[in-house]
């Protein structure tokens, strides 16, 4: 029932663990497919040596992160799917986790795990867990919770793939965040539900200047989803109240790490945020609401 897609581009040292995690499931996933998305390094080499246990397939052409995870999931046979990073690694209990979940929950469209966040080396510098998280969250509930900051991680979820197609599939006009943009649409088709127990390994910043790089594309990325993204799936006074103190910490965090302010694109970006910026007593009660639903997400 569950596919399993690897989205790859010069990940050669970490795709072979990636896919080892995904062939050694207590449950074993319908299938094993990786998006060889034209990469330079010796990954076909690492591909080689699972000829037979997986398929892989390679786009036409060298494609964006999105197009390449559309394009990847377009591959998939499941009724469910799920993507993960070649530098990420599931755990055993991955596929076996979520499968529980889908059969007890017929109106899911999405399924999310707990996660351990590892270093270069695979270490384990922090956990979010869901000790307190909620099983199970419908709408508006589930899309409240994640306005504030993404509380789904890509690393540990599975999601529907008619209500993917429904939900307009990962946005490519996002450079990084289409993820987060699926998980808004998809919260007005059906169910959130947590499973309780870590369900894969997150490699997070272990690549130098990898923030700075990303940076112009991260906060107008940031923008679209503040903007249009939230305010175009749901629009009251819950979700202004919400997306503001939320606009209130991009345009902080923009203003600490810009490199230059006086950037044209820079600043085109936290005139638009502005726009949706609340005033000071909506942003305490913005900030109060937004405690309310992430008291029992994962964290």
Same mark, same amino acid.
């Given at each position: 029932?569950?596919?399993?897609?690897?989205?790859?581009?010069?990940?050669?040292?970490?795709?072979?663990?990636?896919?080892?995690?995904?062939?050694?499931?207590?449950?074993?996933?319908?299938?094993?497919?990786?998006?060889?998305?034209?990469?330079?390094?010796?990954?076909?080499?690492?591909?080689?040596?699972?000829?037979?246990?997986?398929?892989?397939?390679?786009?036409?052409?060298?494609?964006?992160?999105?197009?390449?995870?559309?394009?990847?999931?377009?591959?998939?046979?499941?009724?469910?799917?799920?993507?993960?990073?070649?530098?990420?690694?599931?755990?055993?209990?991955?596929?076996?986790?979520?499968?529980?979940?889908?059969?007890?929950?017929?109106?899911?469209?999405?399924?999310?795990?707990?996660?351990?966040?590892?270093?270069?080396?695979?270490?384990?510098?922090?956990?979010?867990?869901?000790?307190?998280?909620?099983?199970?969250?419908?709408?508006?509930?589930?899309?409240?919770?994640?306005?504030?900051?993404?509380?789904?991680?890509?690393?540990?979820?599975?999601?529907?793939?008619?209500?993917?197609?429904?939900?307009?599939?990962? &946005?490519?006009?996002?450079? *990084?965040?289409? !993820? $987060?943009?699926?998980?808004?649409?998809?919260?007005?088709?059906? +169910?959130? #539900? @947590?499973?309780? &127990?870590?369900?894969?390994? *997150?490699?997070? !910043? $272990?690549?130098?200047?990898?923030?700075?790089?990303?940076?112009? +594309?991260? #906060? @107008?990325?940031? &923008?679209?989803?503040?903007?249009?993204?939230?305010?175009?799936?749901?629009?009251?006074?819950?979700?202004?109240?919400?997306?503001? #103190?939320?606009?209130?910490?991009?345009?902080?965090?923009?203003?600490?790490?810009?490199?230059?302010?006086?950037?044209?694109?820079?600043?085109?970006?936290?005139?638009?945020?502005?726009?949706?910026?609340?005033?000071?007593?909506?942003?305490?009660?913005?900030?109060?609401?937004?405690?309310?639903?992430?008291?029992?997400?994962?964290?």
């Amino acid at each position: 029932m569950i596919s399993i897609g690897i989205p790859t581009y010069n990940q050669a040292d970490t795709l072979g663990a990636t896919i080892e995690s995904f062939l050694n499931q207590s449950v074993k996933p319908l299938e094993i497919v990786v998006s060889e998305n034209w990469c330079t390094d010796h990954t076909q080499e690492v591909l080689k040596k699972f000829e037979g246990k997986i398929k892989v397939v390679r786009p036409e052409r060298h494609l964006s992160m999105m197009e390449n995870w559309n394009f990847l999931v377009d591959h998939l046979r499941g009724e469910w799917f799920s993507l993960m990073s070649s530098d990420d690694l599931a755990l055993p209990n991955f596929v076996s986790d979520i499968f529980q979940s889908i059969s007890e929950n017929e109106d899911a469209v999405l399924v999310r795990g707990p996660y351990i966040i590892i270093d270069s080396n695979g270490d384990e510098v922090d956990r979010r867990t869901a000790r307190y998280a909620a099983k199970k969250r419908d709408f508006p509930a589930n899309f409240y919770e994640q306005i504030f900051g993404t509380k789904t991680s890509f690393s540990a979820f599975s999601v529907k793939k008619r209500a993917f197609i429904t939900a307009g599939r990962f &946005e490519e006009k996002l450079t *990084y965040s289409g !993820d $987060y943009h699926l998980w808004l649409s998809l919260s007005v088709l059906g +169910s959130f #539900i @947590t499973v309780a &127990e870590p369900v894969s390994k *997150y490699r997070y !910043d $272990y690549r130098p200047d990898i923030y700075s790089k990303r940076f112009k +594309s991260l #906060i @107008t990325d940031n &923008e679209f989803i503040r903007s249009k993204s939230i305010l175009g799936i749901y629009n009251n006074w819950v979700v202004k109240l919400i997306n503001g #103190i939320a606009v209130t910490n991009s345009i902080r965090e923009i203003k600490k790490n810009a490199p230059d302010l006086d950037d044209q694109m820079v600043k085109k970006t936290l005139s638009s945020l502005y726009k949706f910026k609340n005033n000071w007593v909506y942003d305490i009660a913005g900030y109060v609401l937004n405690k309310v639903y992430r008291l029992r997400t994962i964290k």
